[in-house]
């Protein structure tokens, strides 16, 4: 109740306008939807209250930094610098939207046409929006996008292909995407070893688009990825979903054909935070740019020729094309990108490079020193593995990973939780923060527990 | 002008990390040498000294509601209390995976659980998921549901989706994503919902209507029911675009109406930050026989037993739940977590008294409309034409549309020369051309966080303008950063990223 400067002078400005009560403010609405009865709803509270029931809930949590944590999933337990927060939080920053009037809102504009060169720096490829709300959300909206573009010249109409590696939450936000335009949605398969199966890939030659992860849902880097352009032609877009932290090593897609590179761009900027708010990154080549969602900052001038920056490309948005729109998409995650931004250019290119390496070392250790404990396998034996990989356990997962978190450790992903076949697997994530005496204790935790059920 | 990639340090001489836990020859024999990235992305090299210099340089270059009055309708843009980021910092949020396991998140479970009962009581539905993460997915999963709802009964034939022409422009683009077709209705003369053009277009095909009240005019509809009732008999549903919701909370609610299905915008109504157009918080509320088919997971609770962890001391064990039919996921997650425990933070604020909230709202509306449509006598004599209201009223609720096409016809002043002109007297601009249905409109809510002193500042310098020199005004703006930029420019050249600096290739 505290954030109202004219409580208490309601009547003075009531009878400036002649009138008596607020009540007659409200008169218009009719009687029969009027609401009679208080809300019931608890007492109006301080700051101060706020703030103790808040540490209070909050603090009931089990955070992911007081303890050794292999949970990862595609979210990243990351180090976000200081100085991004101070900054995002600068309320000339933190209070504003979506900077329709250009003039007062050059400074979000230019960081957000800063942000669009680094993203397409980091994928290479020439364009960028600035930011779709996740990763998940993204994939979809690439799928649709390609849709537009290729579904006239397809010989497979309205078909698209999906790795079946995908994981089921991403997957369910592709479908109910996608459902409303008729969307055939066909899988890819994979072989044993945890690769898309390439020659197979094929098959989706003439169809719209193929959507594929690299690193794939069980943390593997694919080589054979690098030919999947190839094999399904120029008509159909290749659209790849990344690790964005991969890419300080990893060949970017747009360097080996993909049309159109999507993924969470959470590991820069913000914590896992639950889940949200996250955002998801969009880059295309220039033959999307009309069919792509999202909002985009172009350079321009000022009518004095001054260097300026301006939304545009606006005719695909639905403030103007309405049910025509290439996305429904208004809000979107411009301050967690503004915050991605900050974190990148404090990394650098040294600075990318050398987290992709902490990531890459420490999963690199973890999977070493796992496998090490007779009764542990590989899922996956011969892969590359970036951030996550996969083993296999005695008994049954779920159990297993509920064991260690009794035992003070979360040990990443029962991995039955996404498919039933996989019960006896955990997904096992890694991050640049990963410690060796965190994977020490995933060892140990892991050995108990395959003692516990050998006993 | 500070630009970012002009920094240029030497190599490894910034920010620095931790060395990875193996020795570089090893880390680089995991990954297939094809694989491996030929040369860096080229990131500016800069220190933190720079960056910070860079990033408070740019800051200084934009206007935010700490900066000054922020009447952007539509938008709610009301002050967003400090303590909500401290909040967010706390690592049982922060620092919080969607994916541990129940007893680990009692505390966030609970607060989910308390703003999905919430949100509940305020709009009169049954039930309600914090999934989306936006008014735009909110509609979207709003009309998957009730997609899902009419397949499930043998009625998914009816494909078409009935919209106002005041409609905001999320409202059609999320039905036609889900495949709808989208049926525009004119508004009445005056501006309201025309009851005989819904008549005439409701049928055996409709599966719903998507409409906000008050409506983008600011005004309430008053035949709102009437309107659910034609929706209903022809077998449709009724669905509520919240973005309104700042106007009605504890007055009237969309159940009320006779809506079957609510967005809310988290944060316009509850004050999510959202800098630069986002993150938003889009939760839906449902009435009974559509939330079998809302996202997954729902918050639940029980009541504890000695088998169940600790819990928040509240006598309740939380749990999430799956819809039995549900739709599965529009958010990866479970939505814009750290957005929930914010509005909760605001939402607490208020607890039973969000009505004076929604008072205030109405109130500064009506009083700023008041100082803007009755001038004395010597300011009227020097404005050049006055606005028309959007929709004619006697109050508006908590927003309101100005035509300015007098100026226009009159001295040839369109509202973006306006809207540009008022940016020199130090606040943001309304809402320009929103709704389509009102020639040049602007569209002006102040919000409850605004003080008398500074709504009677605007309404003074807003009638200013309308006396000026019709030139100085079509020039505007001359005190900003930049002065009226080019917006034609910039799509017909397409810069859509900085050059790099030493090379146009990566
Ligand atoms: C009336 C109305 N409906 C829907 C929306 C869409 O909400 P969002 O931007 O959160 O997607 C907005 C806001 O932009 C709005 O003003």
Redesign the pocket.
């Known amino acids: 109740m505290d954030q109202l400067p004219n409580l208490g002078r309601e009547h003075e400005m009531l009878s400036i306008m002649g009138l008596n009560s607020i009540e007659d403010l409200f008169s218009n609405i009719p009687e029969e939807v009027r609401r009679r009865n208080p809300l019931p709803l608890p007492a109006p509270q301080s700051e101060e209250e706020i703030w103790r029931d808040a540490q209070h809930l909050l603090g009931s949590n089990i955070d992911l930094d007081s303890r050794p944590s292999f949970l990862s999933a595609g979210l990243s337990r990351n180090f976000v610098p200081t100085m991004v927060g101070m900054l995002a939080t600068r309320g000339e920053f933190l209070t504003s939207y979506t900077p329709y009037q250009a003039e007062v809102s050059q400074g979000m504009l230019q960081a957000m046409w800063e942000f669009q060169t680094m993203i397409s720096e980091l994928v290479n490829l020439p364009i960028s929006n600035v930011s779709m709300y996740d990763a998940s959300t993204s994939a979809a909206e690439a799928i649709t996008c390609a849709i537009r573009v290729h579904n006239k010249k397809a010989v497979q109409k309205d078909t698209i292909y999906v790795s079946e590696l995908v994981p089921p939450h991403r997957m369910s936000v592709i479908e109910n995407y996608v459902q409303g335009s008729g969307i055939n949605v066909q899988l890819l398969k994979h072989d044993g070893n945890g690769h898309l199966d390439i020659d197979a890939a094929s098959i989706a030659n003439g169809s719209c688009a193929v959507y594929v992860e690299q690193p794939n849902s069980f943390g593997i880097l694919d080589e054979g990825l690098m030919e999947l352009k190839g094999k399904i032609g120029v008509n159909t877009a290749l659209i790849v979903g990344v690790d964005a932290v991969s890419l300080g090593l990893v060949s970017p897609p747009g360097n080996w054909g993909a049309d159109i590179v999507v993924g969470e761009g959470q590991p820069f900027g913000i914590g896992p935070t639950f889940g949200g708010p996250i955002y998801g990154i969009f880059a295309c080549t220039e033959k999307y740019i009309r069919q792509m969602p999202g909002r985009i900052v172009g350079q321009t001038q000022d009518t004095n020729k001054k260097k300026a920056f301006t939304l545009t490309l606006s005719t695909r948005e639905q403030h103007i094309r309405r049910h025509r729109a290439t996305s429904n998409?208004?809000?979107n995650e411009t301050l967690i990108a503004l915050m991605g931004a900050m974190h990148m250019s404090l990394l650098g290119p040294d600075g990318i490079t050398l987290l992709a390496k902490r990531v890459a070392a420490s999963t690199e250790a973890t999977k070493k020193a796992l496998i090490s404990i007779e009764g542990v396998e590989l899922l996956f034996p011969h892969s590359s593995n970036f951030r996550e990989f996969v083993i296999k356990v005695p008994g049954d997962s779920e159990k297993a990973v509920s064991f260690m978190d009794s035992e003070g450790v979360i040990a990443g992903l029962p991995l039955g939780l996404w498919w039933t076949s996989h019960s006896s697997c955990i997904l096992i994530g890694c991050d640049e923060r990963t410690s060796s005496s965190d994977i020490s204790s995933l060892v140990s935790v892991v050995k108990k527990w395959i003692e516990e059920v050998v006993k | 002008m500070s630009d970012i990639f002009s920094f240029n340090g030497a190599q490894n001489a910034g920010w620095a990390q931790p060395e990875p836990i193996l020795p570089d020859s090893e880390v680089l024999a995991i990954i297939p040498s094809s694989m491996l990235r030929a040369s860096p992305p080229a990131w500016p090299r800069a220190s933190e000294p720079e960056l910070v210099r860079h990033y408070t340089w740019l800051s200084r270059r934009n206007f935010g509601i700490d900066t000054g009055f922020y009447p952007l309708g539509?938008?709610t843009m009301k002050h967003n209390p400090r303590v909500n980021e401290r909040i967010v910092n706390l690592p049982g949020i922060d620092r919080m995976h969607p994916l541990q396991p129940e007893h680990q998140i009692q505390g966030i479970l609970s607060i989910f659980y308390e703003m999905q009962e919430m949100l509940a009581i305020c709009s009169g539905m049954d039930q309600v998921t914090l999934q989306p993460v936006?008014?735009?997915?909110g509609?979207f999963t709003a009309m998957r549901c009730i997609q899902e709802f009419h397949r499930e009964r043998g009625d998914g034939h009816r494909n078409k989706v009935i919209v106002p022409d005041s409609a905001?422009g999320?409202?059609p683009a999320s039905a036609s994503m889900c495949g709808y077709e989208i049926i525009e209705i004119p508004s009445g003369e005056d501006g309201r919902i025309d009851l005989d053009a819904l008549q005439s277009v409701v049928g055996d095909d409709t599966a719903a209507m998507m409409i906000?009240n008050p409506s983008?005019l600011g005004v309430f509809e008053p035949d709102i029911a009437r309107a659910s009732e034609i929706v209903h008999s022809a077998g449709g549903q009724m669905y509520y675009?919240g973005?309104?919701f700042n106007a009605i909370i504890g007055k009237t609610d969309p159940g009320l109406m006779g809506f079957d299905a609510v967005h809310y915008?988290l944060?316009?109504t509850f004050s999510q930050p959202h800098g630069g157009g986002g993150p938003?918080s889009?939760p839906i509320g449902v009435k009974k026989h559509l939330s079998k088919y809302l996202p997954s997971p729902l918050a639940s609770r029980r009541e504890i037993t000695e088998h169940d962890g600790e819990g928040v001391g509240d006598g309740y064990w939380y749990s999430w739940i799956s819809p039995e039919n549900t739709i599965g996921k529009v958010q990866q997650w479970h939505g814009n977590a750290g957005a929930v425990v914010r509005c909760w933070a605001f939402y607490r604020r208020y607890g039973r008294e969000l009505e004076r909230m929604s008072e205030h709202a109405v109130l500064n509306a009506n009083y700023l409309r008041f100082k803007i449509m009755n001038p004395d006598k010597e300011v009227l004599s020097k404005v050049h034409a006055m606005p028309s209201d959007g929709a004619p009223t006697d109050f508006v609720m908590h927003e309101f549309t100005l035509s300015m096409i007098d100026m226009k016809d009159k001295v040839g002043v369109t509202g973006k020369d306006i809207a540009k002109r008022l940016l020199d007297y130090g606040v943001m601009a309304p809402t320009l051309y929103f709704p389509m249905i009102v020639p040049e409109c602007l569209m002006i809510e102040p919000t409850e966080t605004e003080s008398k002193e500074v709504l009677d500042k605007f309404a003074d310098d807003f009638l200013n303008v309308l006396t000026e020199d019709p030139e100085i005004i079509k020039g505007a703006p001359y005190t900003t950063d930049v002065s009226r930029v080019d917006e034609v420019w910039a799509a017909r050249n397409l810069i859509l990223r900085h050059p790099g600096n030493n090379s146009e290739s990566n």
């Open positions: 998409i208004c809000s | 539509s938008c936006a008014g735009a997915q509609e905001h999320t409202n906000t983008t675009d973005a309104n915008n944060h316009k938003g889009g």
